[in-house]
């Protein structure tokens, strides 16, 4: 399988949204004109299923001006995130994005087959991701309510900036306050999904 295949796209996911989408040159241009740029923050740790560890390699490309990861193996069949255009996006955001393209390496997902864009086991996928998300986040970073608001007003940004509707936003942000606020540990939830999938 290809590793486009095989990518699990962060941004693009939630409702199938794709990359291939053509902007007109003038809007990247408008787009590139207007963002803030910030400093791009350290990547976390990130070891896979399997033990491996994860690089995590700065990368322009993607739509210009708009932050994004993906989590895939190279060439060599090394796993890895790829992160796209973050200094386009707070390091509040930044950090999110990192944690949850790990996350589609701890789960299993790069190596599983890739559900079918928009069906329920895609968008599970990528609450699951979500949630480790916000989990490593909080007890990592120690983040506390107005650090979360802070990852939730990006996560709204961004979404809206791709132009996904208020359902779709505020369902994603619902799942990770759900998460932050009822959830233990992210290994315990990570081990919670690997068993339902028999990983481990
Ligand atoms: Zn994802």
Known sequence: MSPQNTALCFMLSVLGLALCTTYSD??????????ATYAV????????????????IDSSKGRAGMASG???RDQNGKPVVLRNNYSN????????IDRHECAHHQTGDVDRPHPPRNSSAH?????????????RIR??????????LK?????RNEMAKIGFPEISISSRISNIDNCYTEYGSPQDFINGVLKQRGLI
């Open 139 to 148: 007890d990592e970073e120690g983040y506390d309510r107005a650090g979360f």
């Open 89 to 96: 996006t707070p390091p509040e955001f930044q950090s999110f």
């Open 26 to 35: 003038e809007a990247k241009a408008q787009n590139t004109q207007t963002q």
């Open 151 to 155: 990852v939730a007003t990006a996560l």
């Open 41 to 56: 923050v350290e990547p976390p740790k990130c070891t896979n299923d399997k033990g491996e560890n994860v690089r995590f």
């Open 123 to 135: 968008l599970m996928n990528e609450s699951i991701s979500d949630c480790v998300a916000i989990l």
């Open 70 to 72: 993906m989590a895939i």
